[in-house]
């Protein structure tokens, strides 16, 4: 759920936090506004706001306030408990027996922006936005109470309760002794928080008797700092001293005059002191700022709120100026308005700011500053929500131990508690990610992470079958009918054997074939040069002068869900009409031109579809699909095992490389689990028989039933059987899906080679691991081998110890929501249409674990009813809706308008509804015609 935010043109808002209590946090909050309104021409309004107090009323924050600043416009205490106690504390002892009535976070921050909201709105506009003016635009000060990290009455941190307004920050410095170290720990923390601190004011001691020291040491420490903006003051103001006419310039005076009003006085005068400052006195060495008053820290307060609008208003024109966005043609953001200026991000928001000039359109006392729904969890990189604190202290942390550090032939904690951690030997953690996986190589993201895994199943599969039996590999030259002897000299290699061609011996020739992958239509592994010949021909390469697909991509059937209806369908494509010919005559099912449909299968509901376990006993299409992948890949390794008369052509098939469950960037496509699933068992149980052997290449026979070849090799050991399967989880991984494994929990199945991504760190910065058998690890690592037979592969930043730790934390963080069932709300909803706990998450080959999604089953299906939409599906996090267009496909624009009213219009105004929950707007990507939405784990 998200609040209203803001930042205004006339108003300028600062937050008050300050090093622990009792360092003078309302002193100077009451001096500033003193000091706002002094410096005020007519008409300027001062507001004080302090959303949580504690202790009894006649000793309130905003009460001295209302004594001391009687000119403000507004003075409000939005929760006041009569116990001076910790917030927490206090909270729960004032409801003792009813903890339902202590305010959440959202409660308490929908209090505070509704009034910050209604002041903006009490403020009038009427000045130039951008000009430096401390004595006509309003202000408001909101004081928090305690220290940074005081509990909120809910019990979290006051820095998370507030950071996401994250409002322009004073810190007030603690005087005592202690003080260095306590303030800089708070600056650092409001830090680490995101929020920008301005100002760091501390209460100057007495002039002449400095014991602490605290003002000098400061005051050298934020001048280090002063180009993010920071300035410090330690300020004082007079005290009289007992039985004289004479005054000290410092901390307030102490109550204890013959009345209140002479105490009152005495505390009027020491507040006109710290606001004017001492004009007789120069600044001495010690304490450079100690007698100018506040004027100036009010200008600084004046400039850094008109510097920001000005970044803020010119960042689309400079980013548009200089920046080279990817996947994006440029020349359609013809204004500044088309751009999303994104100030900053909270949990499952960006908060987006509106230019001035959009803004002057609108109502003059509107904010500039709005939630934007991150429906494409950037690129599919977040679970955890945007600037969570757990991952951004595990960055900072790793980031101030190691920085980086060399990763070849070296150890760090990081990169090996995290390997330990995946391959389920850390034995604090019950599951892990991949237990059939031996190794695991770092790398920099999704793409170079399939990169790394295609060199290792190509080098594997070489290195098993590029031989004839018994006899070291011969090269041949790129012609049919000729062969030719390896070149003299050619090194020699020893490898273990792992198949009936394998010899101990053999060549490091490579064959004239070119190395080749399987996989689907509609694939996509990345843009590095390796990843895009992965996939067939697309938009995505299309003008890639150097793109040369190197693989044979095979269409799938794919489940939508149109009319409240489950159906498995294979589309009709041009230029593979006949491909469904065997499954559509087995079916008896007509091909459908104008749907676009070769033929389709209803199930009774999703959960029946994605019951791959039960499909394969039970479903035709199980023996069907059998039977079409048999024909299909010896037709295919025909056709490409020959090379051609001019050298051209000519394949050696390495690897069967799968997205599984959904084809993520190339369509958003689901794919039925059981055609990949019974695509990866003919593979490994009959791919040796298929593709054979490739340095001699036995003739075909004329009734085309494939090469002849020896015995399948046993798989006894636990190696790779057939070709190695490579499955790229890059999107669907680590929870997106509703499972840690999707290929596990859905397909039944494990990989040899598994890249990850994205989601594993937690959305905070780039990095991939590819986890691999031991199978495929001996391929470069064995009795004997050199340097040259290793993976050389690397990144400079490879293993990088901030995104190990980082992911550590996001692993443990979503392990742990799992566990304490977190999402059990979400998956009760689609437990109607499973028989099956939502707690079951079965090991390959039993029973197949129920699907859910964070997005509602009435939803969905209520979508899936409307006459605009082919199909609407979710998994998981995954919402995506397929729309009804004649030019389907990445190309197509069916969505752009629906972006632009998302983007642009609140939901509450979409969706013709009062919601108070419902005041954001939507961020979204199109994938041609469709539009996909991903909801973080934590739900909003």
């Excluded at 000793?59 to 106690?85: E, G, V």
């Excluded at 559509?584 to 389709?600: F, I, N, T, Y």
């Excluded at 039970?618 to 008369?645: K, M, Q, T």
């Amino acid at each position: 759920m998200s609040v209203p935010l803001h930042l205004y043109p006339h108003l300028r808002i600062h937050q008050v936090f300050g090093a622990n209590t009792d360092v003078g946090k309302t002193l100077f909050t009451t001096a500033l506004c003193l000091a706002e309104t002094q410096f005020a021409a007519q008409g300027k309004q001062v507001h004080y706001l302090k959303p949580v107090s504690t202790g009894p009323s006649t000793t309130a924050d905003a009460r001295h306030l209302r004594i001391h600043a009687p000119a403000l416009s507004r003075t409000s205490t939005l929760i006041q408990y009569p116990d001076a106690l910790s917030p927490h504390l206090a909270a729960r002892k004032a409801f003792p027996d009813e903890s339902q009535n202590i305010p959440k976070d959202h409660d308490v921050q929908t209090g505070i922006s509704s009034w910050i909201g209604e002041t903006a709105a009490l403020s009038p506009a009427s000045y130039s936005a951008l000009a430096e003016d401390v004595t006509r635009r309003h202000v408001l000060y909101l004081e928090t109470a305690g220290g940074v990290h005081s509990p909120s009455p809910s019990g979290s941190s006051q820095a998370t309760l507030l950071r996401p307004f994250r409002l322009p920050t004073i810190l007030v410095g603690s005087p005592h002794l202690g003080g260095i170290s306590a303030t800089i720990s708070a600056y650092e923390s409001l830090m680490l928080h995101g929020f920008d601190v301005d100002a760091i004011l501390l209460l100057s001691e007495p002039h002449g008797s400095e014991r602490w020291g605290n003002s000098e040491y400061l005051a050298k420490w934020a001048e280090e700092r002063a180009h993010h903006g920071l300035r410090f003051w330690s300020i004082g103001g007079p005290s009289r001293l007992p039985d004289s006419s004479s005054s000290i310039w410092g901390p307030p005076p102490e109550k204890g005059s013959n009345s209140d009003e002479q105490d009152f006085e005495h505390m009027q005068s020491w507040y006109r002191g710290l606001v004017n400052g001492d004009p007789s006195m120069e600044p001495s060495s010690a304490d450079p700022t100690a007698t100018r008053g506040l004027l100036d820290v009010v200008k600084h307060l004046e400039h850094r709120h008109v510097s920001r609008l000005q970044n803020l208003d010119s960042l689309a024109q400079r980013t548009r100026d200089v920046c080279w966005w990817p996947f994006t043609q440029h020349e359609q953001f013809k204004t500044n308005d088309d751009v999303t200026v994104i100030d900053s991000a909270h949990g499952d928001m960006f908060v987006s700011y509106r230019s001035l000039s959009s803004a002057s359109k609108a109502a003059p006392q509107s904010s500039l500053l709005s939630p934007l729904l991150d429906s494409s969890a950037s690129w599919w990189t977040q679970c955890l929500g945007h600037s969570h604190p757990q991952t951004a202290l595990a960055a900072a942390k790793a980031a101030s131990r190691y920085g980086h550090v060399i990763f070849p032939g070296a150890a760090n904690e990081p990169a090996t508690r995290l390997s330990e951690l995946l391959l389920g030997r850390d034995q604090a953690v019950s599951s892990a990610v991949a237990p059939w996986a031996s190794r695991v190589f770092f790398s920099d993201d999704g793409s170079t992470g399939t990169e790394v895994a295609f060199k290792m199943a190509i080098s594997s599969a070489e290195a098993r079958y590029s031989t004839s039996a018994g006899q070291t590999g011969q090269s041949l030259l790129r012609q049919a009918t000729s062969d030719a002897a390896p070149a003299a000299g050619a090194p020699k290699v020893e490898r273990p054997s792992t198949s009936s061609y394998a010899t101990a011996q053999t060549s490091v020739i490579r064959a004239p074939l070119t190395p080749a992958v399987l996989g689907l239509r509609g694939s996509y592994h990345g843009d590095t040069i390796g990843a895009m010949d992965a996939s067939e021909p697309s938009v995505y390469n299309a003008r890639v002068p150097w793109y040369t697909g190197k693989g044979a991509w095979l269409g799938a059937p794919v489940i939508r869900f149109k009319d409240g209806q489950a159906t498995v369908e294979a589309d009709l494509e041009h230029g593979h009409e006949d491909e469904w010919d065997l499954i559509s005559e087995k079916l008896g099912s007509v091909p459908d031109a104008k749907a676009k449909l070769a033929w389709q299968m209803p199930y009774a509901s999703l959960s029946d579809a994605y019951n791959v376990a039960a499909r394969l006993q039970n479903d035709p299409l199980a023996d069907i699909y059998r039977e079409h992948l048999r024909r299909l890949l010896r037709r295919i390794s025909e056709e490409h095992a020959v090379v051609g008369a001019n050298g051209s052509g000519g394949f050696r098939f390495s690897a069967l490389v799968l997205e599984p469950v959904i084809l993520g960037a190339g369509g958003m496509r689901f794919v039925d689990p059981l055609f990949q699933r019974v695509l990866v068992d003919i593979v490994r149980d009959e791919g040796e028989e298929i593709f054979g052997m490739w340095d001699d290449i036995p003739a075909l026979s004329k009734r085309g039933e494939g090469r002849r070849t020896p015995a399948i090799a046993s798989s006894g050991d636990g190696s790779w059987r057939g070709l190695p399967i490579v499955f790229d989880e890059v999107f669907t991984g680590l929870y997106r899906l509703g499972f840690q494994s999707p290929s596990r929990s859905i397909l039944g199945v494990n990989p040899d080679i598994l890249v990850l991504a994205k989601i594993l760190t937690g959305g905070l910065v780039p990095m991939s691991v590819t986890l691999a058998s031991q199978s495929i690890f001996d391929t470069f690592t064995f009795a004997g081998s050199t340097k040259v037979d290793a993976l050389l592969h690397g990144h400079s930043y490879t293993a990088h110890a901030v995104g190990c730790e980082v992911a550590r934390e996001t692993l443990h963080i979503l392990g742990k929501m799992e566990q304490q069932g977190d999402w059990k709300h979400a998956q009760a909803g689609w437990m109607r249409t499973s028989p099956s706990s939502p707690n079951q998450t079965p090991e390959a080959g039993t029973a197949a674990a129920p699907i859910w999604s964070f997005w509602a089953a009435e939803a969905v299906e209520s979508l899936s009813k409307s006459e605009k939409v082919r199909s609407a599906m979710a998994l998981g996090t995954v919402l995506v809706i397929e729309l009804v267009d004649e030019n389907g496909g990445y190309a197509s624009s069916a969505a752009t308008d629906i972006l632009k009213t998302l983007r642009t219009q609140p939901v509450r105004d979409i969706i013709g509804e009062d919601a108070s929950d419902a005041d954001f707007s939507i961020h979204a990507r199109p994938l041609g015609n469709q539009r996909r939405y991903d909801e973080r784990s934590r739900l909003c």
